[in-house]
């Protein structure tokens, strides 16, 4: 595999150029990109430092790559690294600080000329400081295991960049200048500038078990198509991606760092693949919306046959309730499975939360049972450096999804993920028959730990909190101080998916080039406030009538009805204006302004609607029937600007819809 640049001197030539120097080897070309023409130029070897360039005081860790805003290109370099671990004696690392760099010689990152550079330039540091991000020189972190074995031949000349797995390359369209200048000029190979950054999580911990020294690695890989947050990013899109998919690989490797008995067991999670969302009114259980559009079917057979295609026979886990609020979302999803119908797809129900009411949370051993035959058919990956092939093949995958795809399948992967490792003990002869990590304290004990902080990671990323149900991962038993951290996490997602995912949306649309700005594009809608003068004025009233309460509590009386009518008024006014804002609540939910979902929250067309609170007075619940017979121009055109292939073009460029919020 071809060598990438671990460290780089940067050396600035005032309003000139950015030249890129390897630490290592001595000689190796440098990399030069011009301020004014944006030239990106990989220099002949020894090519000297011009002499009025100044070096950076920082090391540069990696490129993260260039983005291009409204008023400059910028390059992402990484300054800041932590060692988080040795995998098969290869460093692990995760970014831990940036610096940002204009090429535009007259914009400067710390005083931007106009408020909407400036709100993009904040879009992309929040992304980079809110995300988890990991990479290494030497090893390819975007593949699991079996499938860097497989192509282990091929991959021998080849780039790291040039062998990642494309989902889990989460700054690729970073790197796409890069990458167009390395395939189209073999002169002008950039790959060694190349680094690929994967989100998600990363734990490994040395174990010791009846006196085999071993270690257990924990990686999520989280795919960058159709990336973003809880309620904003659901169900599928016109290519069969899904919202919130990650690649869970739980990795035992028997020995020292130069063990050549390794064993991975894969699985994945994903959102329900249908066309569905729930839209925000500022009530705790949004307006839950399915979209029956015409080729939905398609499209989530499309999904299924990817997987099978990578990994395999699929056993789809449903963990989503049989009634209430969820009830639509398991009965679509099954009977879009039926008319799929794709081969050696298998679909499992579970009722996670009868099963485990009252804290039975023990009772996921029921599902461990259901799906027994189909974890032992499947397998895992075992290969032993002293033999020529390897000993098992993981044939199949686990696909796990609840509402979320956060909390009970957390639960669920965790679980399965317990049993298969128990199976891989036993088959390597360090547990007996009938033994289990759970007699082994401190096994049992980290295992349960990586688990669940790989459970915040994938949670915090989406939900924007730690996941719930994590003193069952950490502890084996649900407990009342459980319960309580939960209801604050619920409280603090309420408020995060409301007042504030709309920014971190933006976010993840700008880095993983959802959304491209134009140059020169500059709309007032991104950092105005174009909703109603009535619905932002009344905010100020609630504000204005809670604190004229709170300074009547200090004012003299009289009497005990002195002040009756005083807060009579204000108390009234108190009322009103939150009723005005419950019942008008989508007006009030902080929406993504780069991309707007008009057409989801206002869509009438074929499909499932609980119910359009929020919004104005409301209207009834609405059911399948009766919103095919509303089914209009709005479903029609929203049905043509989604099938596959179509332009989106509206949807990228702002300002020609107006902003939600």
Known sequence: MKTLHQRLSLYIDGKESYTFIPAEPVGARSLTIYRNSGDVVLNAPNTPIPVTAERSGKTIYGIFGMISLAMSEYIIVVTGRELRGHLMRQNIYRATEYDILPLNPDISVQTPPNTVEAHLLALVRSHLLGGQFFFSYTWDVTRRLQAQWVTLQEDGDK????????RFFWNKFLHSRFIDLTYGNPDQNLSSYILPIMYGSFDIR???LNGQDLQICLISRRSRYRAGTRYFRRGIDDEGHVANFNETEQILLVGGDDSGVQLSFVQIRGSVPLFWAEVNT???????????????????????LHNNKLYGEQSLVNLVNHKGHE??????????????NVPKVKYEYFDFHTECKHMRWDRISVLISKLEDDLIRQGYFHVDSTKMEPVKLQTGIVRTNCMDNL???????????????????RALGILQEGDSIDNHEEVIGDFREMWADHANAISIAYSGTGALKTDFTRTGKRTRMGLLQDGCNSVVRYLKNNFFDGARQDAFDLMTGAWVPRRGWMPLSLVADRRPLVIRAVPYVLSFSLFMICAGLTLPRTSDYSLFYYFLFWFTLLALSLLFIFLHGVEYVNWPRLR?????????????????RGKGLGIPALNVAELKVQ?????????????????KLEEIEMGTKERVD
């Open 159 to 166: 780039a790291l960049w040039e062998s990642a797995d494309d």
């Open 327 to 340: 009830k639509p979302v398991k009965e679509a999803f099954e009977r879009y499975i039926t008319e799929a």
């Open 631 to 647: 089914a209009g121009a709005k479903a029609k055109q929203f049905s043509e600007s989604h099938r596959p292939g179509k332009s």
């Open 596 to 612: 707007p979902l008009t057409e989801i929250i206002y869509y009438e067309g074929p499909g499932y609607r609980s119910g359009h």
């Open 282 to 304: 500022l009530r705790y259980k949004p307006d839950m919306q399915i979209m029956d559009l015409q080729h939905a079917v398609e499209v989530t057979r499309q999904h299924l």
């Open 206 to 208: 040395p174990e010791r």
């Open 407 to 425: 909390d009970r399948t957390n639960v669920a992967q965790a679980a399965f993920a317990k049993w298969t490792l128990n199976r891989q003990l």
